[in-house]
Nanobody
Framework: QVQVVESGGDLVQPGGSLRLSCAAV????????MGWYRQAPGRQRESIAR???????NYADSVKGRFTISRGTAENTVYLHMNNLKEEDTAVYYC?????????????WGQGTQVTVSS
């Protein structure tokens, strides 16, 4: 069993910064990929940053230059560094652990952490 836990969401003013943390624990070795998604009210969940072994990174256009995904020192941990936050970044942010294409159950999700950008 795999458990994914996010933390770090908060209320922040426009232009501010936040760092989200994610850890995947349980019956896993090294993950194929880890990524951050977000879902705003009334909108579909979207991928915003993804880190794929051995070090490929993809960002959504909406966050390029403002958000950075990085690997933690502990195995199967990632961070999302968010700078110059905008009101349209307000959403529930989810972390996804991807075990890779060879596993029947491939994806695991965290419970989400709320990020609110407002003055």
């Amino acid at each position: 069993q795999v458990q994914v836990v996010e933390s770090g969401g908060d209320l922040v003013q426009p232009g501010g910064s936040l760092r989200l943390s994610c850890a995947a624990v349980g019956s896993i070795t090294s993950l194929y990929a880890m990524g951050w998604y977000r879902q705003a009210p009334g909108r579909q969940r979207e991928s915003i940053a993804r880190l794929i072994r051995p070090g490929f990174i993809n960002y959504a256009d909406s966050v390029k230059g403002r958000f950075t995904i990085s690997r933690g020192t502990a195995e199967n941990t990632v961070y999302l560094h968010m700078n110059n936050l905008k009101e349209e970044d307000t959403a529930v942010y989810y972390c996804q652990a991807d075990r890779g294409p060879n596993f029947g159950v491939r994806y695991y999700w965290g419970q989400g952490t709320q990020v609110t950008v407002s003055s």
